[in-house]
Structure formats: structure tokens, C-alpha cells
């Protein structure tokens, strides 16, 4: 592959990851008024059912169906190769939309519960998408890319609400029909533009049943060194989203914040975000060494939710935009040590245990932090902050056991730790 296609790829997983983005954040501003307005439809009074549950259900099984599909999707990309399985999810993630359009038309609880899952299966490809910019190493650095694939990914959070709270001034049906444009779009920008990347192992012995089952990203487990690995980012990453689910009801709590002035906090946070992603993070990368960049955001955000009890108006949005740059410097950096640290391994997989762990923590600090935030929501980030800290501290314990894996892999393919690969 030349330099300009490399780069033509690079574009169109940005392009994929930013659209698809968008669909996935399009629809939170839209759930919430759905069932809990005084005009809601009768997607809200499915059996009786408290609204409050539903739409409960409504937010988890969307994650839940994400926690699957990143199991298996990078692994199926591993072994049918990443444009095919890409494009398909892209595809089925479409009629997830479509799917969600008809139930919200009919005012169709079941569907509508099982069309957000659906959706959140198939966008679990955004660990395929993190897979084909490993794959450009080391015609573009893998810092390079994925720092850049993680700042569109920002902005499509950025932009996904705003526009699904805009367009749900027409209808809720509206704003999933744009969901479902903006990712068949993607689908048909990687059936033009992206090649296959990956050298692909497909077996006629083995059918995609007991692919998915012998060779999802859960698998990896088995090996110690893996376990750790997936012990510290579900720390790292519990923390995170300790930062994200909360920090919104904090700015309520403690400052009384109305809608739009979270909007503007959320965009700041956002937009630091994509600008320190794009422009910073590989460059103190560069200068100071990937693990010494991901320890310093990491010990940098950790500080600033510990401090969370002590932040007065007049320093809020500087707190959250400080929180915005911190976040970045480590959040698209880590994938790229651990799968430079696992090289051997299959990388789709890999990607798509990490994607998985994302999942599986935004469930667990969605129940951890609900309960804690009986205290004070600051709480629930004071707690997300030793989270971090811990994860960080697990992280520099093991570093030098990481890397001494890394070697014995690569001097003797096939085993971690004495376990077969």
C-alpha cells in the first residue's frame, strides 16, 4: 500500500468514525422526552410499566448489545477480513435505525427495545475501525492514527446531540432517519475507499457459529498477562465513565445548571478533547515517550475529579476544560500501547476486548455511581478519580511485566506467560 492510499484509508476511518458517531449520539437527547414528556406516545405506558423503567431498558440494551458485538467483531475481522465484516455491520447497524423508525412510528415498545439492540450489536465494528488504522503501521504511525480516528470520534459526540435535539423538534422518527442516513453513508464510503487491510485465515472447518464462539475477544482472558491488562483498563475505564455519566448531574447539583448551560460545558470538554487529540497528544508522545504521556494524563485527570469537592464557579469551566485535555492525552494513546505490547496477538480481537471493557464499565459505574450519587454526584466523580488512580498505579506495577511478555512473545510465538496462544 502506497503513502496516499494509507492515507486515503485513514480519511474514510475517520469519516466512518465520526458519521457513525453521530448516529450512536443522535438519539440521547431524544429517549429521555420520548417517554418522560406530559405528551408522551404509548411507548410509554408499554404493560403499565413505570416510564422511568423504560426507558431505563432503553439506555442498557443498547450498551449490552455493544458488550456482545465488540466480543466478536474484531475477531470475525481477523479472520474474514475488516472490510467485509465492516461494511455488513455498517449495513445491519442501518436496519437497526430503520428498525428503531418503525417502532417509533407504531409506538412499539418491543420493537423499539429490540431495535436499540440490534443497533448496539452491530456498532461494536468501531473496534474494526480501530483495527484497519492499526493496520496502516508503519506506513502512518499508529500514534498518528489513532489519535486522529479518537478526535473525530470526539467530534461526533460533540456534534451526534446537537443534532438529534435539533431534528427532534420535527419528530423522533426524523432524527432515526438521520441516524440511519449517516450510517449508511459510512457503509457506502467504506465500499468505496477502504481495501482490505488484514490478511484474513478463514477456515471452511470452522462456521461463523463457532467462530464466535471459540474466537471472541473474551477468549484472550486465558492469558495472565491479558488479564491484567483487562483488570487496568476496566479500572481506567470505570473512572472515566464515572466522569462522564456524572459530571452532568454535578453541574446540576452543585451549580444548578440548566440544559443549555451543560450543552456549553459538554462542548468545551468536547472540543478540548478533539483539539489536544489532533494536535497534542502525538506530539508530547514524540518528545517525552508514549507510557510517559499515558501516565501523565492519566495522574492529571485523576487529580482534577479528586479535587472535584474544591472547584468554585469562577474556575468551572477552566476545571472542565483542563478535564477535556487530560482526558485526551491518554484516552487514544493506551490502545496503541497495549496493542504495541501485544503485537503478536490478533488485533482485531485485541481492539475488540477494549471496546468490550468500555461497555462493560459504562453498565457497572452506571449501578456503582447511581448508588454513590445517593451521597452527592461529586462523590460518584471523587470515586471515578481513585479508579483512575488505581488503574494508574496497576498500570506502572506491571509495566515492566507487560513488556517482559511482550518479549517472550516475541522470542518464542505462541505462548504469555507459558500460555498458548
Known amino acids: 500500500m502506497t503513502n496516499t492510499q494509507a492515507n486515503l484509508v485513514l480519511f474514510t476511518t475517520m469519516l466512518v468514525s465520526i458519521i457513525s458517531t453521530i448516529g450512536i449520539a443522535l438519539p440521547y437527547p431524544i429517549l429521555a422526552p420520548l417517554l418522560l414528556t406530559c405528551n408522551a406516545s404509548h411507548l410509554s405506558d408499554f404493560m403499565q410499566i413505570a416510564p422511568n423503567l423504560l426507558l431505563a431498558a432503553l439506555l442498557g440494551v443498547y450498551p449490552m448489545g455493544m458488550l456482545i458485538g465488540s466480543s466478536f467483531m474484531g475477531a470475525l475481522s481477523d ?27 407504531n409506538e412499539n415498545y418491543l420493537l ?24 496502516l503501521d508503519p506506513i502512518i504511525d499508529k500514534a498518528r492514527s489513532f489519535s486522529w480516528l479518537y478526535a473525530t470520534t470526539y467530534l461526533g459526540w460533540l456534534i451526534g446531540p446537537l443534532m438529534g435535539g435539533y431534528l427532534m423538534q420535527f419528530s423522533a422518527a426524523t432524527a432515526f432517519y438521520a441516524a440511519a442516513l449517516a450510517v449508511g453513508l459510512s457503509a457506502l464510503f467504506v465500499w468505496l475507499w477502504v481495501p482490505e487491510t488484514a490478511t484474513t485465515r478463514t477456515s471452511d472447518k470452522a462456521s461463523l457459529l463457532s467462530r464466535v464462539s471459540n474466537e471472541n475477544s473474551f477468549g484472550l482472558l486465558k492469558h495472565s498477562s491479558i488479564r491484567h491488562i483487562f483488570l487496568i483498563y476496566l479500572l481506567i475505564m470505570l473512572g472515566l465513565n464515572g466522569l462522564y455519566e456524572f459530571l452532568p448531574v454535578w453541574l446540576v447539583e452543585q451549580f444548578q445548571f440548566g440544559s443549555v448551560q451543560i450543552g456549553w460545558a459538554n462542548a468545551m470538554f468536547t472540543l478540548l478533547m478533539v483539539l489536544t487529540s489532533a494536535f497534542v497528544a502525538e506530539r508530547l508522545k514524540n518528545k517525552f515517550g508514549l507510557f510517559a504521556t499515558i501516565a501523565f494524563g492519566l495522574a492529571s485527570l485523576a487529580t482534577l475529579m479528586l479535587s472535584v469537592f474544591w472547584i468554585p464557579l469562577p474556575y468551572l469551566y477552566l476545571y472542565v476544560a483542563l478535564m477535556g485535555i487530560a482526558n485526551a492525552l491518554y484516552n487514544g494513546l493506551l490502545p496503541v500501547f497495549i496493542t504495541d505490547k501485544f503485537s503478536q496477538q490478533s488485533q482485531g480481537r485485541l481492539l475488540g476486548l477494549l471496546s468490550s471493557i468500555f461497555c462493560l464499565a459504562n453498565m457497572l459505574f452506571a449501578l456503582i455511581g447511581g448508588i454513590i450519587s445517593l451521597l452527592g454526584a461529586q462523590w460518584s466523580i471523587f470515586c471515578g478519580g481513585l479508579m483512575l488512580l488505581s488503574g494508574l498505579i496497576y498500570l506502572l506495577i506491571f509495566n515492566r511485566r ?8 516475541s522470542l518464542h510465538p505462541g505462548t504469555v506467560d507459558g500460555a498458548n496462544i
Open 402 to 409: 507487560i513488556i517482559s511478555s511482550a518479549n517472550h512473545l
Open 112 to 135: 423499539f427495545l429490540m431495535a436499540r439492540f440490534i443497533t448496539g450489536l452491530f456498532e461494536g465494528n468501531i473496534s474494526i475501525v480501530r483495527a484497519i488504522a492499526a493496520d
Open 79 to 105: 479472520s474474514y477480513g475488516r472490510r467485509k465484516v465492516l461494511l455488513l455491520s455498517l449495513l445491519f447497524s442501518t436496519c437497526g435505525y430503520v428498525l428503531t423508525v418503525i417502532a417509533v412510528i
